[in-house]
């Protein structure tokens, strides 16, 4: 970068590209939502047939192709933007030396020296110090040098060129490492010249995106920052005062931090967390497709050989031991792939049966994994009900609790009288890997509580309807821990809340949870050993659980059998829960209270 050209340069023009980019974005996005919850809906909702699913095939791959538009536009939008912030601080520092060295009469040369004219006090032989020319210095030592050497000429001018020169050498160098910086990330960012988005395309994307927040960090640490430690409430004054601008840049180069801003809108964590789950799903299934390559499936099955005999059994084939250990690592290889293949069956269900649009109101690949799944809009619904799984819940086997949300909501909205639902899945914790090894710990339930409580505390303030959303938590098994541990030592942002398998919630009564007196509910089906578990303890001790009469707790009518069928459809099980979710308790049918004089019988 040359003194000519950063003189002639226009960062404004860069930032009215990067405003093209940004338009090209939002249409994709719009584009994208109008086939995935317009178009595609209405022809589940209408259309049947062969020719009807590969249609819809085609639209899937279509609004694929239209997010990943979104994501590249964005960055580079983003990207222009740095490069811009970053060559209009380097243009203003060279303007401001020019000037200052213009109203000194210094001659600037076309290679960024200063010339200087003769001044100062005559010597003694009544002559005037000479003028001279000197060089930009950007080395800190060597400015230094340079600065005291100017000092002690007696030519006050030479002072004046040697500031000037330094600071017209400063913007030039800082202009060449942005152009070298940005030149590159900018190049980088163009797809391959076919039609297909592949996975590998979105492990480039996640790539780009790193790429690009590593680049701008100058740029990012230049806007609003959002408050350290904030509340719900803090986060979604941050994000409102930020401009268009600004906070497209945020979801750009941060769409993992932005998704997890609790108090943001759940349209604005949606597309964030989207962005994340699209790079994610690229990125894994690279790695997955590495591990096949350097470890090629075994030989499955051989020729049963009687263990006592000897004998060879023809016909008769078994799975070799080696292949049942691959299939095992395997699976495993191919677990985190399971979870965001289970979230995007969940989008693509949209307008299957009247299912609404899905929000990913949070994701992470992280450890065991997170993830957050809302059926509907929370932001608008008249009523919000809020899924906390319990032991062994992983991102990896989220679709069995995706669907039991789904279930709530078809049964929610049928009892709804017209009102909307938003059912949540809320794996927003580490949960307990193992029942015995690891369920008999409560650490697990205190460290999820904050975020918990956080997101209640978010959906609260993100609400947009006319009046307050009527809230329920739903928890299960060692969710029911969380919960409990949540309100104990909090304020859990609810209206009831409902224990399903409960072995124990930190807490001794309902009266002690943050819901209205009778708004605490329980379910505990036939052939469930949890709750007894949590009632009995490891060493046959007694506690008290939300099973027990002395708790306080509504016990619904549980029609369903063993731990994991308290959403099956066609329940009572699942129909006391969604009366429940949409305020309509009083419809609830209740066990009946225990007979006291049961054991005289």
């Avoid at 090209?24 to 595609?40: C, F, N, Y």
Wanted: charged fraction near 25%; proline fraction near 5%; include cysteine.
């Amino acid at each position: 970068m040359d003194l000519a050209t950063l003189k002639a340069l226009k960062p404004i023009e860069y930032s009215e590209a990067a405003d093209g980019y940004r338009s090209t974005s939002d249409m994709a996005s719009a584009a994208k939502d109008r086939i995935e919850t317009r178009i595609a809906v209405a022809m589940r909702e209408s259309l049947k047939g062969e020719a009807a699913d590969a249609a819809i095939v085609q639209l899937t791959e279509l609004g694929k192709n239209f997010h990943y538009i979104q994501l590249e536009c964005g960055l580079v939008s983003t990207a222009l933007e740095a490069f811009a912030y970053e060559m209009e601080t380097a243009k203003r520092k060279l303007d401001a030396a020019l000037d200052d060295a213009r109203a000194a009469k210094l001659t600037v040369n076309s290679d960024g020296s200063i010339t200087y004219p003769p001044g100062g006090q005559k010597t003694e032989d009544g002559k005037v110090p000479e003028g001279g020319t000197v060089t930009g210095l950007t080395d800190d030592t060597a400015s230094a040098v340079g600065r005291q050497a100017a000092n002690f000429d007696p030519n006050p001018n030479r002072r004046l060129a040697q500031d000037c020169v330094d600071r017209i050498a400063t913007a030039l160098k800082e202009a060449t490492e942005a152009d070298g910086k940005w030149a590159p990330k900018l190049r980088a960012l163009k797809a391959d010249d076919d039609l297909t988005v592949s996975d590998r395309d979105w492990a480039d994307a996640s790539s780009d995106t790193s790429g690009v927040r590593d680049a701008g960090k100058k740029y990012l640490d230049s806007l609003p920052q959002p408050p350290k430690g904030g509340s719900p409430k803090d986060n979604a004054a941050w994000w409102k005062g930020l401009g268009a601008e600004e906070q497209a840049a945020w979801v750009s180069m941060r769409p993992d931090a932005v998704g997890a801003f609790d108090g943001l809108p759940s349209t604005v964590r949606d597309e964030a967390n989207r962005m994340v789950l699209a790079e994610a799903h690229g990125v894994a299934q690279g790695q997955y497709d590495a591990w096949l390559k350097n470890h090629p499936e075994p030989e499955r099955f051989q020729t049963y050989i009687d263990p006592y005999t000897g004998t060879v059994m023809k016909g008769v084939n078994v799975e070799t031991q080696a292949w049942k250990d691959w299939e095992k690592e395997r699976k495993s290889a191919h677990k985190s792939l399971d979870g965001m293949d289970a979230i995007q069956t969940r989008f693509d269900a949209t307008g299957s049966n009247g299912l609404p649009e899905a929000y990913l109101l949070g994701f992470s690949t992280e450890g065991d994994g997170r993830a957050i799944i809302a059926n509907g809009n929370p932001d608008t619904a008249d009523h919000q009900a809020v899924y906390v799984p319990g032991t062994t819940s992983e991102l990896g086997n989220i679709e069995g609790n995706i669907n039991r949300m789904v279930n709530v909501w078809h049964e929610a909205d049928a009892k709804s009288g017209g009102q909307s639902v938003s059912t949540i899945t809320w794996l927003g914790y580490d949960a307990p890997d193992s029942v015995v090894k690891d369920a008999p710990f409560e650490h697990y339930a205190y460290d999820g509580a904050p975020a918990l409580r956080n997101f209640m505390d978010g959906l609260d303030v993100s609400h947009s309807g006319d009046s307050p959303a009527h809230t329920t938590v739903i928890a299960h098994s060692y969710g029911t821990t969380l919960v409990g541990a949540a309100a104990e030592t909090g304020h859990l942002n609810a209206d009831d809340i409902v224990f399903a398998g409960s072995p124990g919630v930190e807490v001794s009564g309902a009266d002690e949870l943050d819901v209205p007196k009778g708004h605490v509910w329980n379910e505990e089906a036939d052939g469930d050993p949890v709750p007894d578990i949590g009632r009995y303890g490891l060493g046959g001790d007694h506690f008290i659980i939300p099973s027990d009469p002395g708790f306080g707790a509504n016990q619904m009518t549980t029609d369903t059998e063993g731990h994991s069928g308290y959403w099956d459809e066609h329940s009572k099980s699942l129909l006391n829960q969604a009366l429940v979710v949409v305020g309509k308790g009083d419809n609830v049918a209740l066990k009946p209270p225990p007979d006291p004089w049961a054991h005289v019988k």
